[in-house]
């Protein structure tokens, strides 16, 4: 069973810096590209990061380029997010995704999503 | 980039069917996808390539295309069925993807 679970939201300071992570099992981690989807409270889904499956392509949406980095460690099944340059508008819940087609470069769409994880930027 | 638009809200009574569309230009070049949504849950894709159903999705769940506009149809609505739904398709551009606004589909 695909199961990923996000972890290392909190409450930051405006303009701090967080790394967010997923922990990914029940498929071959190292063949899927994967995806990072915010959520503000009470409003919709916005995508923001992608990562090929090798870690050889990224994309961004143009609201977080330049301030957030996405990576991933195959050898441990792991995604990371990391947030730099917090903005009160980047309060969100953040989902990972596992890119539904293998080999892709680019986002398409996504067949699994975790749970989510709060990050609260606020003074 | 791309936009979608939904409708806020759709209401159906027990039994009946809802029709949520989902328009935008890229939806002439790209497939669309559906997600439900549950208060405090993840999103659960039910619609893929504009009208396949992935494994475990009830077959009253269905997806339908017609020029930029798509279409989810929920026949036989049921009670669980109450939640948010978000139509979604890659970006024209290739490199990104998009979400509607989501519809908030109420069971009378």
């Known amino acids: 069973e695909v199961h990923l679970e996000e972890s290392g939201g909190r409450l930051v300071q405006p303009g701090g810096s967080l790394r967010l992570s997923c922990a990914a099992s029940?498929?071959?981690?190292?063949?899927?590209?994967m995806n990072w989807v915010r959520q503000t409270p009470g409003k919709g889904l916005e995508w923001i990061s992608y990562?090929?499956?090798?870690?050889?392509?990224?994309h961004y949406a143009d609201s977080v380029k330049g301030r957030f980095t996405i990576s991933r460690d195959n050898a441990r099944d792991s995604l990371s997010l990391q947030m730099n340059s917090l903005r009160a508008e980047d309060t969100a819940v953040y989902f990972c995704?596992?890119?539904?087609?293998?080999?892709?470069?680019?986002?398409?769409?996504?067949?699994?999503w975790g749970q989510g994880n709060l990050v609260t930027v606020s003074s | 980039s791309s936009e979608l638009t939904q409708p806020p809200s759709v209401s159906v009574s027990p039994g009946q069917t809802a029709r949520i569309t989902c328009s935008g230009d890229?939806?002439?070049?790209?497939?669309a996808y559906w997600y439900q949504q549950k208060p405090g849950q993840a999103p659960i894709l039910i619609i893929k390539?504009?009208?396949e159903r992935p494994s475990g999705i009830p077959e009253r769940f269905s997806g339908s295309s017609s020029g930029t506009t798509v279409t989810l149809t929920i026949s036989g609505v049921q009670a669980e069925d109450e939640a948010d739904y978000y139509c979604?398709?890659?970006?024209?551009?290739?490199?990104?993807?998009?979400f509607g606004s989501g519809t908030k589909v109420t069971v009378l």
């Open positions: 995704a596992r890119e539904s087609t293998v080999g892709t470069t680019a986002p398409i769409f996504s067949d699994y």
């Open positions: 029940g498929f071959t981690f190292g063949d899927y590209s």
């Open positions: 990562i090929s499956s090798s870690g050889s392509y990224t």
């Open positions: 890229v939806l002439g070049k790209k497939y």
């Open positions: 390539k504009d009208s």
């Open positions: 979604q398709s890659p970006d024209i551009s290739g490199s990104s993807y998009v």
